[in-house]
């Protein structure tokens, strides 16, 4: 794990400062063709590029992968809370007991739940979601405080154009029943 991930890390952060800092310099040029040290390399600024082109990829859905060793631990990425990248070259599998809510998967893996049951259909979905389903065998039983009783609870999946999330579990026909559970049954949570 930490060689592999050590080079992967290496390598993909190099790419990254070093398309930052080529950006930098061709937007700073005073020329067409900007001379190789327009610019002194600063990680301060170079930082900041990086941050904000992540930021402007995540609002517009696209993928974007930034490798990063999280929390005091040391833990790589893609076995922390933080992770979305369904294909990461990483990552192996998708499993509902430690997924993340908002975490990104595969087509394929969308597709295998989808066919593993007949699946509730999310229709239209809610909100940003355009379309999804729901594994039709109940995940848990949580009390709905909108009628006062326990209720069945779905693993949930949407998906967003060609890009496919599981959205955690929740109450049939939802995509985001958090604030209706009493102990909402979570392993992680992926930010949007």
């Not at 998708?94 to 893996?109: K, N, S």
Request: charged share 25%; with cysteine; aromatic share 12%.
């Amino acid at each position: 794990m930490g060689e592999k991930f050590e080079d992967f890390l290496t390598a993909k952060n190099g790419l990254i400062d070093n398309a930052a800092y080529h950006l930098a310099c061709a937007i700073a040029a005073k020329e067409a063709v900007p001379s190789q040290d327009s610019l002194e390399w600063d990680m301060a600024y170079i930082g900041e590029i990086v941050d904000a082109a992540e930021q402007i990829l995540k609002e517009h859905v696209l993928r974007h992968c930034h490798p990063f060793y999280e929390g005091d631990g040391r833990v790589p990425c893609y076995h922390g809370k933080d992770c979305t990248v369904a294909d990461c070259p990483l990552k192996s599998g998708f499993d509902i007991a430690a997924a993340r809510r908002g975490q990104e998967i595969t087509e394929e893996q969308y597709n295998h739940y989808l066919n593993i049951l007949p699946p509730i259909s999310l229709k239209g979905g809610q909100g940003f979601w355009g379309a999804g389903f729901q594994l039709s065998e109940p995940y848990s039983h949580e009390q709905d405080t909108r009628i006062g009783r326990p209720r069945p609870t779905y693993a949930t999946f949407t998906s967003c154009g060609s890009r496919y999330f599981y959205q955690g579990i929740n109450f049939a026909g939802e995509v985001d029943s958090r604030p209706y559970m009493e102990n909402y049954p979570e392993t992680g949570e992926v930010s949007e």
